[in-house]
Each structure stands twice: as structure tokens, then as C-alpha cells.
């Protein structure tokens, strides 16, 4: 009964604590480490002792299985040299510094004790760099990156762990054993994670229920894991492989109710657990500081030595990233053509918060070791010192240095350009298909297709109060669902229809409710964003660059026909104005299909992109 209550006050504490950070617009690891903190020294609260098997075990697995789903395979090859630098190189040269301060510091300490705790501080965490990251709005490189290392470079610090732990037991490993062992963790893990993919693969392929498909994607992470530790490789990159590649063909292996239910699934898991383990980290601390200040180094000391490995650990990130960008940064500027800017570098060598790997990692560390009060204290501050100084002063960072985040009206005009390509190849598989359509269901097939692209293109209109269709649509259509739904409940309360059927209805409901494409906040941030757009450039868009828009643009046949515009288009080979696709003239298009004039551009205020009728491109 104890640990259910247990387990519910930590539930309730992360759902108050979330909640009231989001009000109060601050990231949530902050409160609930300083909740975690405060609720320790309440006498009430029952002290918790985490155990490292519970954090490797329980809590690992699954938090960088949900990480690797959510993580693009392409973007992670595309990044694989930085990416590897910091979650390899780093991790080794944080440890070997740490072990040189740490072996510095505390007289007596043996090297390979010095180096197990280096090995403990030295991998940052995933959970929150990335949480951080994302909030504040960094470059997508940089987040990837951050993503990428966060899930490797645990393995790389259990594995030096382990080898340091063993040398201080006087096993004697020399280092080509050392060496021996970090390839045999790593290939192992890769190995177990491939095998993992395949039988998870092939599997799926059978399986058609939702609910079966889901509860096989909660076991993977935790059975990769251990047979990986069984076989002596590490569970952390089997966990990382697998969740990279099951992630990466999920459009290709499961079907679209069991993605659906499994990414609402890990959505769920890893906001319970990423949550629970910082307010986890705050409810160490008493026990923690009250074992330290039994130590006989002395209260200044043991200060000094914690200061001393946090400054270490930033100032070691910045001493690698900095000469480690002269390495990448040729074939970033080679494949992209632009040369990545300092300020990223600067950003992602200040993004690096430590997390409960780390002092899960530090409870690894046998009890009968010296110091191992300090030792635990040390990691514990890197932690939250960490989190604190550099979580808390990475907005700052990023404002100061005027980082651009990712552009909303570049996503929206991605966003459009992908759909009008995907409803390019559908209508030509439809050209292809043989049917006898004697209900027109092939014009309301089209219809559909052209309506959700014109939804798209409206997210681009930046016209202040002007509701565009899609979003009168959606409200409209919101307002109908909520009338259909309380008389539905109406019927229900009768009890003249089986609730099953009632149940299906709504919800039918409530699948149309959250397939509606509500655009407005969307749109707003759009119109906020930044008005420079890229895009994949075609023969005709470099023919037809960019011109000055009208002062007051119209179109002329809306006027004459007395109909109304959404927004206008204007020809970049006549100069022709005409209305958007989703108004109700389409003139804009008409133009080109009586002229061929393949490049519009936009003739919105605000407005620079241009489209190819051709090719259906954008830039």
C-alpha cells in the first residue's frame, strides 16, 4: 500500500507540476526539480532511494525507444559525423578530464574511481536537451544532433563505466581489452537491435489488430534491452537501432489505426515517465547531501570538487565542439552549399544538461568504495547544475545570438508542396485504374483531393480578419459535430439503442472532429514567422525570378464575374492577377491552363513564394 501511494503522489505531483509550468510558461524539469528538492526535506514524504536497475531497466528503455521512433532516420544518416564526435569522442574526453580534476581534488582517490565518475557525468541526456531544445525553437540541425548524440552516447559511458569499474576490482584489463569490449558492446548492440527489427518486421506484416500491434511495441524496448545485456553487448544502442528502424517503416509495416494507437501510445509513456524521472532526480537530494556532510573531506572541499566537475564538464563541451566543427563543417557547406554559423556550434556545445542516466549511473558505483557519498553528490550537482545554468540560460543564448528557429510559413508552404505532389501521384494512379463510374464517385474522389490541397495553399494567406473556407469549414463544421454529439448522448441517456452502436457513432465523431484541419493558430504563426522561404528549385522557377507585387492587386474577372478572392496570384510572365485555387474563381489557374504560363507568385502583402503549374515545385 505504501508503494501505491507512493507511485500515485509522484503521478499527481508530475501532472500539478507539468501543468503549472506550462501556465507559467517555464520548462517543466526546472519545477518538478525543484519541487522534487523541496518535497525531500518534508518529513511526510517518504524518502526515495533510486536504484540503478530500476532507472537502466524500467525507465531507460522505454524513454529511448519513444525518443528513436520520433527521431528521422534520414536526418540521423545525414548527421552521422557530429552526431558520432559527440557521443563517443565527447563522452571519452569529458571522462578522462573529470577523472584528471576528480584524481586532482580528492586526495587518495584511485585513478579508475576518478574515471568511473567521469564516466558517470559525461553523456548528457536526451530527454532534457531535446525537451528544452524543442521548446525554445532551435535550428532542426542542431535538435537533431542533440537527438542523435543523446541516444548513443549513454552506451558509450556504461561501457567506460563498467571498464573502469572493473579495473578498480583489479581485474587488470589492458587496453586492447578495453578496446575489445567497447566493439564487442556496440557491434553486439547494433546486431541484437537489426534482429529485433526483422522478426518485429515480419511479425507486423501478420498482424491486423491495432490493440495486439501496440502491446507488441511495448515489449520490444524492454526484451532488446535485456538480451542485449545478456549477451554482453549494450542494450542501450539495441534499443536505439530498433526503435530507429521499426520508427522509420512504420508507414511501410503497420497500418494506419495501429500507428495511430502506438504514437499516442509512446506519446503518452514518455511524457509520464521524462516527467517523473526529473521530479525523480529532486527527491534525491536530502539523503544525498545528508550522506555527503558525513564525509571527513570537509564541507569546503567537497563544495569545491562538485564547482570544480560541473565548470569541467561545460567548459570540456566547448573545448571539443568548437575544433570538432572544423571537421563536418566542410561537407555540411559541401552537400548544402551554406556554412553552418558559429552561434550553432556555440548552441549546441551549451546544450548539454545532464539527466537521470547520470546519476542512475553514479548508484552503479559499489558502496564500499571511498568516498562514494561525494562521488554521488558530484553527479548529482552536474545534474542540476546543468540543468539550471545552461536549461535555464539556453533561451537566452538563443535570443542573444538571434538563432533562427524553424520558420512556421516555410513548414506551411513545405507542407502545401508535399500535398499538391501526393495528390499529383494519386490522380495519376487514378488515370490508370479501370472503374465503371456510373455515380460520380471519380469527381467527388477529385473534389476531396483538390479540397484538402486548397486547405493547405490557405494556411500561406496572410490577410488580416479574412476567414479563409477551410477554416469557416472547420468551425462550422466543429459547431455540428458538438449539436450531433449531445443528441447522440441524448439517445444514449434513453438506453433505446445498444450502447455498442453508440459507442461506434461516436466514435465516428469524434475521428471526423480530430481529422478537421483547424488552421487558425497555424496562420497566426505564419503571419509572425519570417518571410524568407526555400524550396527545391525547378528549370522554371531560376527563368522566372521574384518581381515587386502590385500596390493594391485585384482580379479583374472575380470584379466582372461579381465573385469574391481568397487571396491573388500574380503571372511572372504577364503580370496577370488572379485568384488563389480556393476561390471561388480559380482564375489564377485558369490563366495558366488558357496560357501555360507555368510560374505564379504570390501576390500577398508579406508574400514572396512562387509556384511552378509544370512541375509542381515551390521556392
Known amino acids: 500500500m505504501d508503494i501505491a501511494l507512493l507511485l500515485c503522489g509522484l503521478a499527481v505531483g508530475v501532472l500539478i507540476s507539468t501543468e503549472i509550468?506550462?501556465?507559467?510558461?517555464?520548462?517543466?524539469?526546472?519545477?518538478?526539480?525543484?519541487?522534487?528538492?523541496?518535497?525531500?526535506?518534508?518529513?511526510?514524504?517518504?524518502?526515495?532511494?533510486?536504484?540503478?536497475?530500476?532507472?537502466?531497466?524500467?525507465?531507460?528503455?522505454?524513454?529511448?525507444?519513444?525518443?528513436?521512433?520520433?527521431?528521422?532516420?534520414?536526418?540521423?544518416?545525414?548527421?552521422?559525423?557530429?552526431?558520432?564526435?559527440l557521443s563517443v569522442g565527447l563522452v571519452v574526453f569529458t571522462t578522462a578530464g573529470v577523472g584528471l580534476v576528480v584524481h586532482a581534488l580528492v586526495p587518495g582517490l584511485p585513478w579508475a574511481v576518478a574515471l568511473a565518475i567521469g564516466a558517470v557525468v559525461a553523456p548528457p541526456d536526451a530527454v532534457a536537451a531535446t525537451a528544452i531544445a524543442r521548446r525554445i525553437g532551435l535550428p532542426r540541425r542542431i535538435v537533431t544532433i542533440l537527438e542523435g548524440e543523446?541516444?548513443?552516447?549513454?552506451?558509450?559511458?556504461?561501457?567506460?563505466?563498467?571498464?573502469?569499474?572493473?579495473?578498480?576490482?583489479?581485474?587488470?584489463?589492458?587496453?586492447?581489452?578495453?578496446?575489445?569490449?567497447?566493439?564487442?558492446?556496440?557491434?553486439?548492440?547494433?546486431?541484437?537491435?537489426?534482429?529485433?527489427?526483422?522478426?518485429?518486421?515480419?511479425?507486423?506484416?501478420?498482424?491486423?489488430?491495432?490493440?495486439t500491434d501496440s502491446a507488441m511495441s511495448l515489449v520490444v524496448p524492454f526484451a532488446a534491452y535485456v538480451l542485449a545485456e545478456e549477451l554482453h553487448a549494450s542494450g542501450v544502442i539495441a534499443v536505439v537501432v530498433a526503435g530507429l528502424l521499426l520508427g522509420h517503416k512504420a508507414p511501410i509495416l503497420q497500418s494506419a489505426q495501429s500507428r495511430i494507437a502506438e504514437r499516442l501510445n509512446w506519446r503518452t509513456i514518455a511524457f509520464v515517465l521524462e516527467n517523473t524521472v526529473f521530479l525523480l532526480?529532486?527527491?534525491?537530494?536530502?539523503?544525498?547531501?545528508?550522506?555527503?556532510?558525513?564525509?571527513?573531506l570537509g564541507a569546503g572541499r567537497i563544495v569545491a570538487v562538485c564547482a570544480a566537475v560541473l565548470a569541467t564538464v561545460v567548459v570540456l563541451r566547448m573545448v571539443w565542439v568548437f575544433p570538432s566543427r572544423m571537421l563536418y563543417v566542410r561537407r555540411v557547406e559541401r552537400d548544402t552549399g551554406q556554412r553552418p554559423p558559429w552561434t550553432f556550434t556555440f548552441l549546441l556545445g551549451w546544450a548539454g544538461m545532464r539527466g537521470v542516466v547520470t546519476l542512475a549511473a553514479a548508484f552503479v558505483i559499489p558502496e564500499d568504495t571511498e568516498y562514494r557519498e561525494v562521488l554521488l553528490l558530484i553527479a548529482f550537482s552536474v545534474v542540476a547544475g546543468t540543468l539550471f545554468l545552461q536549461g535555464m540560460s539556453l533561451p537566452w543564448f538563443a535570443r542573444v545570438l538571434r538563432v533562427p528557429s524553424p520558420d512556421p510559413a516555410e513548414d506551411a508552404l513545405a507542407r502545401a508542396t508535399l500535398l499538391q505532389q501526393a495528390s499529383k501521384a494519386a490522380l495519376h494512379r487514378l488515370d490508370e485504374l479501370e472503374y465503371d463510374d456510373r455515380h460520380g464517385v471519380v469527381d467527388l474522389i477529385r473534389q476531396r483531393l483538390d479540397q484538402r490541397n486548397f486547405a493547405a495553399w490557405e494556411r500561406l494567406?496572410?490577410?488580416?480578419?479574412?476567414?479563409?473556407?477551410?477554416?469557416?469549414?472547420?468551425?462550422?463544421?466543429?459547431?455540428?459535430?458538438?449539436?450531433?454529439?449531445?443528441?447522440?448522448?441524448?439517445?444514449?441517456?434513453?438506453?433505446?439503442?445498444?450502447?455498442?452502436?453508440?459507442?461506434?457513432?461516436?466514435?465516428?465523431?469524434?475521428?471526423?472532429?480530430?481529422?478537421?484541419?483547424?488552421?487558425?493558430?497555424?496562420?497566426?504563426?505564419?503571419?509572425v514567422g519570417a518571410a524568407r522561404r526555400t524550396g527545391e528549385v525547378c528549370a522554371e522557377l531560376e527563368h522566372h525570378p521574384a518581381v515587386e507585387t502590385a500596390t493594391d492587386p485585384v482580379c479583374q474577372d472575380c470584379l466582372d464575374e461579381g465573385l469574391e478572392w481568397v487571396a491573388l496570384r500574380q503571372c511572372l510572365e504577364c503580370g496577370n492577377v488572379g485568384c488563389c485555387d480556393s476561390s471561388a474563381g480559380q482564375h489564377a489557374t485558369r490563366h495558366f491552363h488558357e496560357t501555360t504560363h507555368p510560374v505564379m507568385q504570390s501576390a500577398e502583402p508579406g508574400e514572396d513564394w512562387r509556384w511552378c503549374y509544370v512541375h509542381h515545385l515551390t521556392a
Open 21 to 85: 509550468a506550462r501556465r507559467l510558461d517555464i520548462p517543466a524539469p526546472f519545477l518538478l526539480i525543484a519541487v522534487g528538492v523541496a518535497a525531500s526535506y518534508v518529513p511526510q514524504v517518504p524518502q526515495v532511494y533510486l536504484d540503478h536497475d530500476v532507472v537502466l531497466l524500467g525507465l531507460l528503455p522505454p524513454l529511448l525507444y519513444a525518443a528513436a521512433q520520433q527521431t528521422s532516420l534520414v536526418d540521423f544518416r545525414a548527421n552521422w559525423r557530429p552526431i558520432l564526435m
Open 150 to 211: 543523446s541516444l548513443l552516447n549513454d552506451a558509450t559511458a556504461l561501457v567506460t563505466l563498467r571498464t573502469a569499474l572493473a579495473i578498480a576490482a583489479g581485474s587488470g584489463l589492458d587496453g586492447a581489452e578495453v578496446s575489445l569490449d567497447f566493439v564487442r558492446a556496440a557491434g553486439g548492440g547494433v546486431v541484437v537491435g537489426f534482429v529485433f527489427f526483422v522478426v518485429v518486421a515480419k511479425v507486423r506484416r501478420l498482424i491486423a489488430d491495432p490493440v
Open 281 to 296: 532526480i529532486g527527491l534525491q537530494a536530502w539523503w544525498i547531501l545528508e550522506g555527503a556532510a558525513d564525509s571527513d
Open 461 to 527: 494567406a496572410t490577410v488580416e480578419d479574412q476567414e479563409s473556407p477551410s477554416d469557416l469549414y472547420n468551425r462550422v463544421r466543429l459547431e455540428l459535430i458538438e449539436a450531433e454529439r449531445s443528441r447522440v448522448l441524448e439517445i444514449r441517456s434513453s438506453g433505446t439503442v445498444a450502447a455498442e452502436v453508440v459507442a461506434d457513432v461516436l466514435a465516428m465523431l469524434d475521428v471526423e472532429e480530430s481529422m478537421l484541419d483547424v488552421a487558425a493558430e497555424e496562420r497566426r504563426e505564419v503571419r
